[in-house]
């Protein structure tokens, strides 16, 4: 009896240091991690690109630390232009951030400047799949689909993140951008006529009419709109 008593007891005093032992191990292990997020986030706040990866690379990604520095890798290489370093940074962001919308339409942009249209168009449908109700999965398979020269598609999908988004800016210039790529210069006027209703004030939708007013002939109109752009008129 105190036999197996004591046997109780010291399975149950192991257990309670093997506890211990496991949680001193895992605090030591991300605290190790943490100090090496941090150099790593110091290499780049020196510019030191080259040695921030290499570490990041040794260390890896777990956790959300780690997945913040990875994107801050990331953005670094994407302010330098270097996009062919930035592109599988990005591939493990999104691997480690499923649900992150802005990272996976990044990802498809970058899939996309590199001519890797069918992972690109996976990337996209992916994010529609996961974001039905969001206007920025149609922003984004529109894109693709621009850059693929796809414009009656890249069109129709502009039309699905307006029919989202009534008043997004960025979809009506898609689409004014898509029509008239297309050869469909009623469209895109109107297009661009919706998107200057939404801010009289941009210039840059107001140039794109002015083209698309010249294109169909209409050179009065499009003379005042350029005007118009350039502070000439009101």
Known sequence: ???????????????????????????GHLRSEYLAYSRVRGMLAAGELKEAAALLDKVGVTGEAGADTLKRLSEAYLARRDFKKALPLHRKLV???????????????LLGLAGEYPEALTVAREILRENPRRAEGWLTLAALQARMGQWELAAKALERALAIEPASRLALVGLGNAWAYSGHYARAEEAYERALRLDCADRDARIRLA?????????????SQYRVALGEER
């Open 1 to 27: 009896m105190v036999s197996s008593l004591r046997s109780q007891q010291w399975i149950f005093l192991s257990l309670i240091l093997l506890t211990v032992l496991a949680a001193n191990w895992a605090y």
């Open 95 to 109: 691997a480690a951030r499923p649900r992150d919308l802005q990272a996976a339409a990044k990802l498809c942009e």
């Open 211 to 223: 083209r698309v007013l010249s294109w169909q002939g209409k050179t009065e109109q499009a003379i």
